[in-house]
């Protein structure tokens, strides 16, 4: 199958610092990349699409200034956190899709737990 | 907007047991995916289903795609203690695209 790497596992920060997490896929093209947020027990909710190419789509309620994401090439995106705050903490993940056809399976990364202190 | 409902949010189920899960769209999907996540793991996809009464089976695993397309069942048999961890699906959003609506999940604990 499909892999998709993430990195960093886990950061631990100051708060006001700027965090950056990577999202590659390592053996296929991906022109669109997901990222999520998920809370302790919660479900995976979704932040934004990261387009190759061109801006990210974010979705309602999610500060584009605060979460910014560069998808600079068919493999990798970039999710980073700006100024971070310790309610930022919370578990990153991305995840990746060989096509934008509505049956495309998506592969995760690993996940990023952030903890700002 | 588009809403995917699960339930029950826990299941516990003794090693050994039969349980099933539901999952329910407040729209039509053009195909349900499941995916399966362990305790500090990463989801991990593992059926799709396209057709409107679709039935399809992984071992002990058997999913089932409404008639409307607009609920789906995980029904797990004899369950193993592998069998632990939080059980998604997720449908398309919209017509277009692959953007994908989770549901709350079902997390599922074993007891042995």
């Known amino acids: 199958g499909a892999v998709v790497s993430q990195h960093p596992s886990r950061v631990i920060c100051k708060s006001g610092t700027s965090v950056k997490i990577e999202c590659r896929s390592l053996?296929?093209?991906?022109?669109?990349m997901f990222w999520y947020r998920q809370f302790p027990k919660q479900s995976l909710m979704l932040m934004a699409t990261?387009?190759?190419?061109?801006?990210?789509?974010?979705e309602q309620g999610v500060e584009k200034d605060k979460f910014l994401i560069n998808h600079a090439s068919l493999t990798l995106s970039t999710l980073t956190v700006t100024s971070a705050h310790p309610e930022d903490s919370s578990f990153y993940i991305c995840?990746?899709?060989?096509?934008?056809?509505?049956?495309?399976?998506?592969?995760f990364g690993s996940g990023t737990q952030l903890s700002v202190l | 907007g588009q809403q995917v409902m699960q339930i029950p949010q826990y299941q516990h189920v003794q090693e050994g047991e039969d349980f099933t899960t539901y999952c329910n769209s407040s729209?039509?999907?053009?195909?349900i995916q499941w995916y399966k996540q362990r305790p500090g793991g990463h989801p991990v996809f593992l059926i799709q289903l396209v057709k409107s009464g679709e039935v399809k089976k992984q071992k002990r695993l058997t999913f089932q795609f409404g008639e409307a397309k607009k609920n789906s069942s995980l029904h797990i048999t004899a369950t193993q203690t592998t069998d632990v961890g939080t059980y998604f699906c997720a449908g398309p959003q919209g017509a277009a695209g692959n953007k994908l609506t989770f549901g709350g999940g079902t997390r599922v604990l074993v007891k042995p």
């Open positions: 729209t039509t999907l053009s195909n």
């Open positions: 990261s387009n190759e190419g061109s801006k990210a789509t974010y």
């Open positions: 995840s990746a899709s060989r096509s934008a056809a509505t049956n495309e399976k998506l592969f």
């Open positions: 053996d296929f093209q991906a022109t669109t």
